[in-house]
């Protein structure tokens, strides 16, 4: 197929030829793309086509926007908030491919048009939010909403709308419109700055041993990949790890060498924080000023207040911290009884020093084998990548009806270590299509997440399919093994894979309507989680990569009882972290000689974290709270409460299959986007409010 479409644009060139036009069209323009399912043909794509296609997607929607204002007629809800919905659709087309490849497969020349068009894009966001003339038109429909008979997507589509355009500054003044704009300029401008600095700075931070025997202890599969990352920057016959966490992470688990792992540590959570021209330290300051600025623009008296007030849950600072502190406590209790298990284990090698952050992942995993009996290593064979993605689409079937048809030599594909699916319903019909993107590489930015390069959407009153990423940065394969994950990144397959389940069964009918409240929307995937490690789930897709031996009862019983270990420490530094975020977003004053790292130790300090613990991002690598999750990394732990009791209406029916609840969960929860407030969602599908009472015991905190 792939075949079939570049012979399709050397036609299309030939033709260009023959009428003395320039060889190459841009896809973007063309009215098809002339692939399966109008998937983007990325092969295709050149780096003035993206530039081309989103400038001239800014100059469409700005014509679309000049004409609803333009329009003689009355303001209605089809020709104002209906035409406003759906213009811009060039730009969105582009954009969702620029934007989803400038963070899962970027190089220097995408950053740099990525820096070019951002301010570009900003401005055009805000001649939007900021014209009169339009908003005039907005409020005048809204304000006889009452009178509309609108349905009630219709109604939400509405009041997003409007609410919207007030958020963005519609009812300022002309001077703090002018104001706004250059705010929202210097931070778009400083939070790509940010998140390009620390794209450089965790693929380009190395730590690196001469010899073999620096690395006892490390499984040799790791040291084989240590050996070719060497190789592939120069230091042949040496050993390089980077600040990928399926390189940093085995040697802070099982590297001997104390020295060693001290040294990935430190260049692990200082990322972002080195003497050099990749330090976010005042770039993450500039940001919290301007955030700040901008509330009391507004007349909120800090970011947090300000952030929480719009479409949020929690809707106050107060709110969040009552949570964050409810469970900080019995964490770092839970914490510093991992700690004591630490320390015996350091004795037992004749040390008596204090434990040290570096010491924590090593001595943890000691302190677990030696208390269930267990070699994470050993569980890792029987969770190799590929049969790990089986267990996944084995619930999506169970649950759902959801089959999957691989399409990788059919459908275009922006990386060839990427795999794509069809997504078909229980009836059949094609509903999504899935690229699965689990495994390192330069240019793809740390940690995991779910995104896509086109959205769900209807067109002549027919669904468009979306096309969801799942993207990753799980163990590779070695020379001699497959990819083989730990229980974290299983966790992890299965927490990607509920969002883009959220994102297979999306059914709206306005773009305006598709999201949800930001603690909401970490429900579908943190949910999905609790199959993962069920037992009959287990058995039907842990099977050893060597022999296919479905996992042992016995080890599967200590993969049950270890299960809660070391969840003091990983939930004190989700909370640490989510505090810290909170704590900087309620600053009601940040002075010119800020220092974000000072103020993150000292508020940690106060609260008494455990010396051994950081939050699981320092300020400096804190990618989440530059996008999205600003004032909203909290939402994790919000959806985790939720989701612990979401799972309970699955096990109190004695199913963890129940086609009645997951039919529910899918009318309430997955399908409907933003139509209804998260708590009413959940509340239609539970038939009552959520408590925290599973959310602690799936802990072991209570």
Known sequence: MKKEIVMAALALGMTACSTGVSEHQNPFLLESYGTPNEIPPFELFTLDDYKEGILKGLEEQKAEIQAIIDNAEEPTFENTIVAMDQSGKLLNKVTGVFFSLTSSDSNEEFQALEAELAPLMTKHSDDINLNEKLFARVKAVYEKKDELGLDKEQMKLLENTYKGFVRSGANLSDEDKAKLRELNTKLSELTLKFDQNLLHETNNTYVTVETKEELEGLPEANIQRAAELAKQIGQEGKYTFNMQRPSCNPVLQYCKNRDLRKKVYEAYYNRGNQDNEWNNREVAKQVFQLRLEKAKLFGYKSAADMILDNNRMAKTPDKVYDLLMSIWTP??????????????????????????????????????????????????????????????????????????????????????????????????????????????????????????????????????????????????????????????????????????????????????????????????????????????????????????????????????????????????????????????????????????????EKMMAERGIPRQILPRYRVTNFSHIMGGYNAGYYGYTWSAVLDSDAFQAFKETGDIFNQEMAQKFRTYVLAPGGIDDGMTMYQNFRGKDANSDAYLKDRGLK
Request: proline share 4%; net charge negative; with cysteine.
């Open 331 to 600: 964490a770092v209790k839970k914490a510093n009884e991992e700690i004591a298990d630490i320390k015996e284990e350091i004795k037992k090698d004749g040390f008596d020093f204090e434990p040290e952050g570096w010491d924590y992942m090593y001595y943890s995993s000691r302190a677990k084998a030696a208390k269930f009996d267990i070699d994470e290593a050993k569980v890792a064979e029987y969770f190799e990548t590929s049969a790990v993605q089986k267990g996944v689409f084995y619930v999506a079937n169970k649950l759902y009806g959801l089959t999957f048809e691989e399409k990788t030599k059919d459908y275009p594909s922006y990386n060839s270590t990427t795999t794509a699916w069809d997504v078909k319903d229980k009836d059949g019909k094609l509903i999504a299509i899935f690229y699965s993107d689990y495994f390192p590489r330069d240019g793809k930015g740390a940690g995991a997440w779910c995104g896509g390069f086109r959205g769900q959407s209807y067109k002549d009153g027919e669904r468009v399919i979306p096309i969801v990423t799942n993207v990753c940065n799980f163990t590779a394969p070695s020379a001699d093994k497959p990819g083989l994950q730990n229980l974290d990144d299983v966790e992890t397959m299965w927490h990607e894979f509920g969002h883009a389940l959220n994102s297979f069964f999306g059914d709206v009918h306005y773009e305006g309507v598709g999201g949800n409240e930001l603690e909401f929307v970490e429900l579908p995937s943190q949910i999905n989680e609790h199959w993962a490690f069920e037992p009959e789930v287990l058995k039907v897709y842990a099977k050893h990569y060597q022999t296919g031996e479905v996992i042992p009862q016995e080890l599967l019983d200590k993969v049950d009882a270890s299960g809660k270990y070391g969840q003091g420490f990983a939930t004190t530094e989700l909370m640490a972290a989510s505090l810290v975020d909170m704590d900087l977003h309620c600053l009601t004053e940040i002075p010119a000689d800020f220092d974000v790292m000072k103020f993150e």
